[in-house]
Structure formats: C-alpha cells, structure tokens
C-alpha cells in the first residue's frame, strides 16, 4: 500500500460521518485474532499497519482537518489522517513498529506515545528526546511493543494548541496472552473538550476554562456514533482524555462495570469493585468492562452537566422563579419578538428551535423516541438489543406495554392515597 492509499483509507471514515445513521461499522481493517474482535473507534478509523519484513509499519500524517463536531457544527481542527482523535494503532505485544510521522501543520510537532515505555529517544518530547519535526519533514519512530495496555499518542511540541485544536489519538496494545475473559465488543472512545466561540472557524487554544464543546472521539451528541451491544455479552470500553484541562466522570445507566486496566497496567482482579461511573482525568486511560443484562437505549455521558451541553452560553443572569411578566410587556413595545428565557428552567430551550449564531448549536441533543433528549456535548448511547448483529444502529429500543412511564392512573392513585392538593 502506498502513502496515496493509506491517505485514502484513512479519509473514508471522516466524510461519512455527521449523522446518528451511520452504521458502527467496524473500522480495523486488520484482524490481529480470530479470538478477540478488533477495536472500533465509534466515529473514527484503525491505522492500517503493512508487515514489511516482520515489522508493522504504519504512516500518520499531522495534518489541519475541516472538522464536524454535530451537524451544523463545523471548525478547523488539527488532527492525524484527516481526522480528530487520528486513527486508533492497534498492535499487540511483542510486535515491532515503525511508525513515520509527515508533519503538514504550519509549524514543527513531534509525537508522544503517552503510557508506552520505549528507548528514550524514541518517547517524542521536543527539545529533549528528539529535535522536532519540521514543517513539510518525515520523522520515523521503531520500537519494539514490550508490554500490553490502552495507551494514546499526542505531540509534545506546542503541546496548548496542538492539543487543543485535537491532536490525539488512542494506542491500543493487546497482551499475547488473553487478560481476564475474553469480550464481545471492544469499543474505544477519547473524551476531548475545545472553545468555539458560536460564528468562530477555529477552536481557541488558549482557553483554560469554560470549553463549551465537548466530545467523544471529537463529535457532540447527536452526532456521536451509539455503541451497539447484544444483552448479555461481555463489553469493553477504553476511555481516553487527552483534552486540555477537565476530568470527566463517565456514566453509564442501566449497569455496572467494573475497571478492568489503566494506561499504567492492568488492575488486578481482587482489586476490581463495581461502579457506574468513572473518573477520566487528563492524561489517563481507563478501561471499563460490563455485562449488560437490560435490553434497552441507555445514556453514557459525562456527569458534569455544563459537559452535556453545547455552545451554551454561560454568561446569563439566572431568570428561574422569577416573574417576568411586566418586563416582557415593556421590551415587546421596542421589539416585539422580545421573550425572557429561563424562569422556569431551560428545559424547552431545545424544542423551542430558536434561530442561533451560524456554525453553532448552542444545547441542541437529538430527536429521541419520546421527544427531544436535551443533552448534546459528551453524550452517546449503549444500545442494547437481544440480537446486536442484526440491530439497526439509527433505530430505538421497543419497549414491552406498561413499561414506560406515563401520567397516572386516578383510580390507582386514590387506591395507593396519594393526593396532588
Ligand atoms: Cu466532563
């Protein structure tokens, strides 16, 4: 395979995406195991590695990407083969790599093999392991895989705005020896987080606070891909954060997992309790497994809730409670259209479908079976079906009669003495 088709394969992946209908397809082009499944990156693509004379080799391209977060939501990120998060590497132990590395950014970068322990020359810090990669050049990087784990790859080289604008991707090394039982679906998903003023073309690397979109594998609810898994098999989740300043604590509903591994090692059985939510600091991995045992369209996001929400803005004065009435007579007579939000929540501002700022989504989540989900931001689905081969990634769960929640019964109210007066 030549650098065009590498070029090719890679760039598939991104013009497919923006819409919740694009299948989970897999998206490793190699089969490592007839065992194991390949790792899928939900939005995102595998980098094709080549055997050449027993070493794998493999080609990233640091690259600027017209990136999109949700439809409607366009910028121009930095990113790896055409892509933020760049293609998931996926080897496994004992493999030797040798990656190269064309730098087409407008400044020098390196590239970082966050979690592996390599010889010093090859771990990618500017300046002190390696000189940097200048503008237009090609760097290789060979190294044996000593040691198995989920792993990612950033530059170290102007680290604030490479990052920022997405320059991450996930590592993944398989042990040769299977690690606990083996999984159905393996998924892998970085959290990330930029600032897009609503109208801007360009996230703001020098941010430090008050990102406001936020991401799984660089896409916002409800462009991020749903995982589909069947009832009752096992499941692996790799959770990434490379972004520039927040931890997130990923929830999923409907049933617990446990942490299986980190980017340091595996954790050892005795030491595995059960949770449904998961801190992901800056520059950590952590590896999730579940059983699900409730077929079902079950949330998974980050628990801070400025994290499920997109281009919202933060800046208001808080309305609730208050009445506003008289006010809203008195702006109608200089701007009739005028209407005060918030006084008893905000949570009609999604249907309301107000019109926004160009290239900007300020809340908006998705169109769910029962109306409109109002998160966006760090937001995706685990959809659990009875048969996941067969599952339509776009479609809802069916729910059996009686089993969703619904305005109550009079007479059954009566019978169980509850009063509303
Ligand atoms: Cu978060």
Redesign the pocket.
């Known amino acids: 395979m030549n650098r065009r088709t590498f070029l090719q394969a890679s760039a598939i992946a991104p013009a497919a995406l923006g819409s919740t209908s694009v299948a989970a397809r897999p998206t490793s082009t190699q089969t490592i195991s007839s065992e194991r499944p390949s790792v899928v990156t939900p939005n995102g693509t595998t980098l094709p590695l080549r055997d050449v004379d027993g070493v794998k080799v493999g080609h990233l391209v640091a690259e600027a990407v017209d990136h999109e977060f949700a439809p409607g939501l366009r910028a121009q990120c930095w990113g790896y083969n055409g892509g933020t998060p760049g293609p998931t590497i996926e080897a496994t132990e004992g493999d030797r790599l040798r990656l190269y590395v064309t730098n087409r950014l407008p400044e020098p970068t390196t590239v970082h093999w966050h979690g592996l322990i390599l010889p010093n020359g090859m771990d990618g810090v500017a300046g002190l392991n390696q000189r940097p990669i200048p503008v237009g050049e090609t760097f290789v990087y060979e190294f044996d895989l000593r040691h198995a784990g989920t792993f990612m790859y950033h530059p170290h080289y102007d680290e604030m705005t490479q990052i920022a604008l997405g320059m991450v991707g996930m590592f993944i090394v398989h042990p040769r020896r299977p690690v606990g039982p083996p999984v159905d679906h393996d998924f892998a998903l970085m959290t990330h987080e930029f600032r897009l003023e609503a109208g801007a073309r360009r996230p703001d690397p020098n941010a430090m606070a008050d990102f406001n979109v936020?991401t799984f594998n660089s896409r916002c609810y409800p462009a991020t891909e749903p995982l589909v898994v069947g009832r009752g098999e096992r499941v692996r989740i790799r959770l990434g954060n490379l972004g520039p300043m927040?931890h997130?604590p990923i929830h999923i509903h409907g049933l617990a997992f446990t942490m299986t591994a980190t980017d340091g090692g595996f954790v050892p059985k005795s030491a595995q309790h059960p949770e449904t939510t998961v801190l992901v600091p800056v520059g950590t991995t952590r590896v999730i497994e579940m059983v699900p045992t409730e077929a079902g369209d079950w949330a998974m996001h980050?628990h801070?809730t400025h994290?499920v929400m997109t281009q919202m803005g933060h800046r208001m004065s808080p309305m609730l409670g208050a009445d506003t009435r008289r006010l809203d007579r008195r702006m109608r007579r200089v701007a009739p259209d005028f209407m005060t939000m918030g006084q008893t929540g905000m949570g009609g501002m999604d249907e309301m479908k107000m019109p926004v700022p160009r290239n900007s989504t300020p809340m908006r989540g998705g169109e769910g079976p029962f109306g409109g989900i109002d998160m966006g931001g760090?937001f995706t689905l685990l959809k659990v079906r009875e048969d996941a081969r067969a599952a339509d990634p776009a479609g809802w769960h069916r729910h059996r009669r009686g089993r969703v929640a619904e305005v109550a019964d009079p007479a059954a109210m009566r019978r169980d003495g509850i009063e509303t007066k």
Do not use: K, N, S
């Open positions: 936020l927040d997130h980050c801070m994290h760090m």
